[in-house]
């Protein structure tokens, strides 16, 4: 079984249009996280959750909406998608504090908006 | 504010030969520090971390790493390339207690590595 999995895989979609990412991880992690890699491979975070709490809240447009409706799930919708939203969105998650803090990631969702 | 830099964004090496991937870092207090691999459509993986003690680490499949405080680096090297480390490696710096930037992953812009037979 997947242990952070992330759907769909592939996303094409028009401007302007609203779309979601869902994320679900199996390994009772507390922590889940959202991070963007953008056409220079650059990985960004975006946004962290902790036992469904928002805790980390980069610079990202207020168009980007996290939902954690339970702390296996977090989910990314995305309002009046844009050009530049075209990237990998990777899904994670990570249990423990510190040194021991490890964090596992989905295989990405790669999203092209035309 | 913490940042990343790998140097070369494709490395090409031969079966059997070594493997050195160039990273530095900078953070305003010592940060822990970490290999990712990405293999084609796949997650990142982790390799290896560094936290505290010993300065080289060893990880998984060979490869190992060592922390340079006075050179602000983390370099991944394997002694001898096999074609399953092709792959996309990320180097990533993350604050612990005490600093502005815990709890959050700041990542290189990753290295493809290419082995050739």
């Known amino acids: 079984d997947t242990a952070v999995s992330q759907t769909p895989k592939y996303l094409v979609t028009q401007m302007g249009n609203d779309k979601s990412i869902k994320c679900e991880q199996n390994?009772?992690?507390?922590?889940m996280y959202w991070y963007k890699q953008d056409s220079k491979k650059f990985l960004k975070i975006m946004f962290s959750?902790?036992?469904?709490?928002?805790?980390i809240n980069e610079t990202v447009p207020n168009r980007f909406s996290p939902k954690s409706p339970d702390k296996a799930h977090l989910n990314l919708h995305i309002n009046s998608l844009e050009l530049g939203d075209s990237a990998v969105y990777f899904c994670?998650?990570?249990?423990?504090?510190?040194?021991?803090?490890?964090?596992?990631f989905g295989s990405g969702t790669q999203l092209s908006v035309l | 504010a913490q940042s990343v830099t790998q140097l070369g964004s494709h490395v090409s090496v031969s079966e059997g030969a070594l493997v050195l991937l160039r990273c530095n870092y900078s953070?305003?207090?010592?940060?822990?520090l970490f290999w990712y691999v990405q293999y084609p459509n796949q997650g990142l993986q982790l390799l290896l971390k560094?936290?505290?003690?010993?300065?080289l680490v060893k990880g998984i499949n060979g490869f190992e790493a060592e922390f340079k405080k006075s050179e602000t680096s983390f370099h991944l090297t394997k002694p001898s390339a096999h074609m399953s480390d092709a792959a996309e490696y990320f180097c990533?710096?993350?604050?612990?207690?005490?600093?502005?930037?815990?709890?959050?992953?700041?990542f290189g812009q990753g290295t493809i590595l290419t082995v050739h037979p």
């Open positions: 994670a998650s990570s249990q423990g504090q510190g040194p021991n803090e490890k964090l596992f």
């Open positions: 390994l009772g992690h507390d922590t």
């Open positions: 959750y902790n036992n469904k709490e928002l805790i």
């Open positions: 953070s305003s207090v010592p940060p822990y």
């Open positions: 560094y936290t505290t003690g010993a300065t």
């Open positions: 990533a710096v993350r604050g612990h207690a005490g600093g502005t930037s815990y709890g959050k992953l700041t």
